[in-house]
């Protein structure tokens, strides 16, 4: 069992930066990837970054401004996010996954409760 917990959320101006954390439980976490996740209100959840033991993944809308990342030795996994725009708005959940190489919701193993990010225009 897994649990996440995702801190960092809160309410910023368009175009400024927050930064996501998600710590994980567990004495196995760099064996699982790790994902994040958002919905935005009345929109269907989706993928907006991934982490694997070797790569990392992205949504077009968020390239180039997003950045994943994690630090096993704190068991955590961080979302930097900056450029934020009014459309960021939504709430970020962490996922994480052992087995596939998809980031489709129905792959993840384990998810978070999820933290809001506000971004005012």
């Known amino acids: 069992q897994v649990q996440l917990v995702e801190s960092g959320g809160g309410l910023v101006q368009a175009g400024g930066s927050l930064r996501l954390s998600c710590a994980a439980s567990?004495?196995?976490?760099?064996?699982?990837?790790m994902g994040w996740f958002r919905q935005a209100p009345g929109k269907e959840r989706e993928f907006v970054a991934g982490?694997?033991?070797?790569?990392?993944y992205y949504v077009d809308s968020v390239k180039g401004r997003f950045t994943i990342s994690r630090d096993n030795a704190k068991n955590t996994v961080y979302l930097q996010m900056n450029s934020l725009k009014p459309e960021d708005t939504a709430v970020y959940y962490c996922?994480?996954?052992?087995?596939?190489?998809?980031?489709?919701?129905?792959?993840?193993?384990?998810w978070g409760k999820g933290t809001l990010v506000t971004v005012s225009s």
């Open positions: 567990g004495r196995t976490f760099s064996t699982y990837a």
């Open positions: 996922a994480s996954r052992r087995h596939g190489s998809r980031w489709a919701q129905e792959d993840m193993d384990y």
């Open positions: 982490i694997s033991w070797s790569a990392t």
